[in-house]
């Protein structure tokens, strides 16, 4: 939020319309490195367009979306190479294995020979190592969830992106979310931008710095409560 680390990503009163149709009206905010921003609200209040704005997918309609001080672009590869997402639960390459896809991934980012290992750590931390030869067709909607999460986490960033990672994991993977990624927020210190419907990950001890809340088109920031 406004912490003593000049923020790696920053939305300047940013508004977003479909066509004629309004979703966003001058949000501002701003996330540090080592910061994690929660957006919380209802289906349809403009989460997943704020999260598209801030990668660069979208453009605004009014205001401005500055990573590492300069206009985000989803085109610059330095910027994508910075920024790692899991917005789509469809974006994965429906013939390469789970353990393929994410050596593919980790060595477009330039992982080399530092690859096998990370892509292994990803496969026992998502609890994958036993599906890792598994085309995606075979692997449950949960697993599926888990192999997105991994490709995100699998290769270098700054900001990682996440549009509800709760979404279809299993109780234990979903209890243990928060505080994986309240980790690498401070063990990396990874920029953390998510969407989610579920309070107990918003509310994750260490994770939230600042909270979004999206109510009737109102959007409110502020620090989460305490901190
Ligand atoms: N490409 C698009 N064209 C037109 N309208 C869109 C488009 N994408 C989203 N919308 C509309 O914009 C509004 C906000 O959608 P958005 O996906 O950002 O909401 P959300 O908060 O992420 O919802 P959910 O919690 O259901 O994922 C919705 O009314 C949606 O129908």
């Known amino acids: 939020m406004t912490g003593p680390e000049p923020a790696l990503l920053t939305l300047r009163e940013v508004g977003h319309a479909y066509g004629d149709t309004p979703v966003l009206?001058?949000?501002?905010?701003?996330?540090?490195?080592?910061?994690?921003?929660?957006?919380?609200?209802?289906?349809?209040?403009?989460?997943?367009?704020?999260?598209?704005?801030?990668?660069?997918?979208?453009?605004?309609?009014?205001?401005?979306?500055?990573?590492a001080g300069?206009?985000?672009?989803?085109n610059d590869p330095g910027t994508?190479?910075?920024?790692?997402?899991?917005?789509?639960?469809?974006?994965y390459y429906p013939d390469l294995t789970v353990r393929e896809h994410l050596m593919?991934?980790?060595l477009a980012h330039g992982?080399?020979?530092?690859?096998?290992?990370a892509v292994t750590e990803q496969l026992a931390e998502h609890r994958l190592t036993e599906r890792a030869d598994a085309l995606p067709r075979a692997l449950s909607s949960g697993q599926t969830q888990a192999m997105l999460l991994a490709a995100a986490l699998v290769r270098?960033?700054?900001?990682?992106?996440?549009?509800?990672?709760?979404?279809?994991?299993?109780?234990?993977?979903?209890?243990?979310?928060?505080?994986r990624l309240a980790r690498r927020k401070?063990?990396?210190?990874?920029?953390?931008?998510?969407?989610t419907h579920d309070a107990a990950l918003a509310a994750e001890p260490g994770l939230a710095d600042g909270l979004v809340e999206f109510d009737d088109g109102a959007v409110t920031v502020r620090p989460r409560a305490g901190r």
Do not use: M, Y
Request: aromatic share 0%.
């Open 80 to 91: 994508r190479a910075r920024i790692a997402t899991a917005l789509d639960p469809t974006a």
């Open 25 to 67: 009206r001058s949000v501002s905010l701003d996330v540090a490195p080592g910061e994690c921003v929660v957006l919380l609200g209802p289906n349809g209040c403009g989460k997943s367009t704020l999260l598209r704005l801030a990668t660069g997918q979208l453009r605004p309609t009014t205001g401005e979306v500055l990573f």
């Open 111 to 117: 992982l080399g020979e530092a690859a096998e290992r």
């Open 104 to 106: 593919l991934i980790a």
């Open 186 to 195: 401070r063990t990396a210190g990874t920029a953390i931008l998510l969407a």
């Open 156 to 179: 270098p960033h700054d900001l990682l992106v996440l549009d509800e990672p709760e979404q279809r994991l299993d109780a234990r993977a979903r209890a243990s979310l928060g505080a």
């Open 70 to 74: 300069r206009p985000v672009d989803e």
